[in-house]
Structure formats: structure tokens, C-alpha cells
């Protein structure tokens, strides 16, 4: 476990995470807890399940409050840092990761977390001033005692799987959207909230990114035979148009 050390040495140990450390995968199943407002068409009880990828190579830098912590951020127009919520980019992102080593304490204990924010917020105003405002987020938060978030070696190696609720008790997740529209001071306001507790959770990651798949042989050789019957053809044309 990291302990509270020079600056210098904790930024040494930060920067191989966002570089090696490069894509985490999370997978989630769990139920819901809370529901405000519509709560998304959930009713407690309902199962949800999830999918989260935290790009570490996409993050703009990091902030370090202490020794044992991390924050990781991206500029607003990013919406790839993490995905897995939106399926398109909705306005400004504010997409964080912060990560603790024994650093968030729970039930007297100090423990190792991973908290996740993927949120978009956009702002949209016409002609006669009456704007709306539309907020939409997903927040994981996952403490795991004994998970080293800021070892490089440790991320190298992660493969967690559980698939007992009773050691998830501590970590919840949720969706929040805010909506709000009017002129100037005279506004409505609504949101949508489902809280959720996990009931399995699997986290992997890699030291490099998802290649994109290698064209088998035959798709290869395909591919070559198009683009020759492309410049023959080209050829031709040409030495027609010439006669």
C-alpha cells in the first residue's frame, strides 16, 4: 500500500497507470435501492446491469489532493474517457475518475475505492431566451479493500469477479438526470434518480487497448483483388479517353 510520500515520488508511480494501465473494464449486476421522480421507469427491487470502459490514454491529466489519492479528468469536449452510458455525446463532458488507496474510510476502516462519473451536460437557448438545461450522469462507486488503484502493478494484474452481494455492500451506483427550462428566474425543475446496489461485479484491465480486428486471409486477399480491378479499370479510362 502506497503511504503518504513526496510529491514527486506519488506522480512517478501516477504516470505508468495512464500509460500502461490503459483500458478498465467494468461489469455490473445489481437492483435498485431509490427512485426520484420517474427514477427511470425502475420501481425498487427491479434488476440493472451494466457496462463501463475507462480509457486511461484519453485522460487530460490528474490532480493530487494527497498522497493517496487521484483524480483524473478530461477537457469538456471529450465524451470517450469513459463509455458505456451515453451511445452518442450530449453537450459538454465532465467525465472523472478518482481513485484511493486506504484513503476513504468506511465503518471505522480505511479502504481502496474507484469512483466513476461519466456525465454530459448541455445547455440549449432560443431566440426569446427560454433555455434548457439537461444534465445526465452515471456514478460507480466501488470500494474494494485490498485493491491498490495507484500500483501500477496491481492494475497490471487486476481480475476481479464477485458474485456475493455481501461483499458489495459498500459500493452502490447510480443514474441521475436533471432537466431545467424557462426564462431568466422563472424555471421548472425535475430529475430522474435510480440508486442501485451491486450484486456482482467483475473488473479487468489491460496494458493496452483494444486492437481493432486483423483482416482474416481471405477478406485480406479480397480486398487486394478490388483495389487492382480499381486501377485497371482507372487505366483503361484513361487510355480511352486518350484514343
Avoid at 2 to 30: E, M, Q, R, W
Avoid at 75 to 81: G, L, N, P, R, S
Avoid at 204 to 221: C, G, K, Q, R
Wanted: glycine share 6%; hydrophobic share 40%.
Amino acid at each position: 500500500m502506497i503511504k503518504p510520500l513526496l510529491s514527486f515520488v506519488l506522480t512517478a508511480l501516477l504516470l505508468p497507470v495512464a500509460a500502461n494501465a490503459a483500458v478498465i473494464n467494468i461489469d455490473y449486476t445489481g437492483n435498485v435501492s431509490f427512485t426520484e421522480g420517474t427514477g427511470f421507469g425502475y420501481n425498487i427491487g427491479d434488476a440493472v446491469s451494466g457496462h463501463v470502459q475507462i480509457d486511461f490514454n484519453k485522460a487530460l491529466g490528474f490532480n493530487t489532493p494527497s498522497a493517496n489519492i487521484a483524480n483524473y479528468y478530461v477537457a469538456d469536449d471529450q465524451h470517450d474517457f469513459i463509455s458505456g452510458y451515453h451511445t452518442a455525446p450530449r453537450g459538454k463532458s465532465f467525465d472523472m475518475v478518482d481513485v484511493y488507496d486506504a484513503a476513504y474510510e468506511h465503518d471505522g476502516a480505511f479502504e481502496d475505492g474507484l469512483n466513476v462519473s461519466d456525465t454530459d451536460s448541455e445547455f440549449l437557448e432560443d431566440e426569446f431566451s427560454y433555455y434548457t438545461n439537461k444534465f445526465y450522469s452515471r456514478y460507480l462507486n466501488v470500494l474494494l479493500p485490498g485493491v491498490d488503484w495507484l500500483d501500477i502493478n496491481n492494475l497490471l494484474n487486476l481480475n476481479i469477479n464477485i458474485n456475493d452481494p455481501a461483499a458489495l455492500v459498500a459500493s452502490s451506483g447510480q443514474l441521475y438526470n436533471v432537466f431545467s427550462a424557462g426564462i431568466g428566474s422563472n424555471y421548472t425543475v425535475s430529475a430522474d434518480v435510480a440508486q442501485f446496489t451491486f450484486s456482482s461485479l467483475k473488473i479487468t484491465a489491460s496494458d493496452t487497448p483494444v486492437a481493432a480486428p486483423v483482416p482474416e486471409s481471405n477478406s485480406l486477399f479480397l480486398l487486394i483483388v478490388a483495389f487492382a480491378s480499381l486501377l485497371v479499370c482507372r487505366t483503361r479510362n484513361k487510355t480511352i479517353m486518350r484514343s
